[in-house]
């Protein structure tokens, strides 16, 4: 079995089976999505049977106004830039964030997310940034621009390969990951980016992974970190609140939400993450 423990430190301790693990990494990962716990398990269990022990070093940004009572569980077990600054890591990951509406300068914690993205050049071996992180480190890295879409992007997508990369070694040409989101890419501001190239897109939700030409930085615009039931429970929630909102695409078995998920993203989401560990040297 998987151990897990959390040090002193506010380091998380991911050991994998006996005699299967060849290596320890440090990973640096910046929670940004609102329910923290469900987030950190969500990444746990990706990890969970990889080849390598992980350590994970959550982090919140400091300059983030917290409306919810948040704050004194990521003060007691999370990292704040300021903490961990003079530290190396092997990877570092940038979730995602309810803030794809705002304009990327209108975010509290842009500045602070700015000085982050700019010290992981020397910092981190690796970088991972999903859904709005992907979006927003491609604004910084490289000034493009994210676009609205109506309806919400959301559900399981097919998605193609167009470029080979070592980042989906072991994939099919064609394979499925979660999107939710509100805003999306323009393939042609991606395709016209020096440094920048398209591994992975989808007609209908538009670019979906991207890597920096050095192969240091990747971007998914989707969410392999997404548990089963995770694109259920934001349905039921936007339909409680009385939010506008589709039923999940793909989601569903024969698109009726009284029938059982089909779950067909996972174990490429593994392999994703797995092969991005792979790279980190």
């Not at 007691?76 to 995602?96: C, H, N, P, R």
Request: with cysteine.
């Amino acid at each position: 079995m998987n151990s897990l423990k959390q040090a002193v430190n506010k380091r998380f301790v991911l050991n994998q089976p006996k005699g299967q693990a060849h290596r320890t990494l440090d990973l640096l990962v910046l929670n940004l999505m609102p329910n923290k716990l469900e987030t950190e398990s969500q990444l746990l269990n990706l990890c969970s049977g990889l080849t390598e022990n992980l350590t994970f070093t959550f982090m919140y940004p400091a300059t983030h106004h917290f409306k919810s009572n948040t704050l004194p569980y990521l003060q007691e077990t999370y990292a704040t830039f300021d903490e961990i600054k003079g530290q190396q890591f092997d990877g570092l990951i940038v979730t995602g964030a309810p803030v794809e509406t705002l304009p990327f300068k209108q975010v509290d914690y842009w500045e602070e997310f700015e000085q982050l993205l700019d010290w992981s050049q020397t910092h981190v071996k690796q970088s991972l940034f999903i859904c709005w992180a992907a979006q927003a480190a491609l604004h910084h890295d490289f000034g493009i621009e994210k676009y609205p879409v109506r309806p919400k992007i959301f559900g399981i997508f097919e998605h193609h390969i167009r470029r080979n990369a070592d980042l989906l070694e072991g994939l099919p040409e064609q394979f499925y990951l979660p999107h939710s989101r509100h805003t999306t890419l323009s393939e042609d501001d991606i395709l016209a980016t020096p440094g920048l190239n398209l591994l992975v897109s989808n007609d209908n939700v538009g670019p979906a992974i991207m890597q920096s030409q050095d192969q240091r930085r990747t971007y998914i615009t989707g969410h392999p970190e997404y548990s089963i039931n995770t694109l259920a429970n934001e349905y039921q929630r936007d339909l409680r609140a009385g939010k506008p909102i589709t039923i999940p695409e793909n989601y569903f078995y024969a698109n009726d939400p009284s029938q059982q998920i089909i779950n067909r993203w996972h174990e490429t989401s593994k392999t994703i993450l797995q092969n991005w560990l792979n790279n980190v040297d």
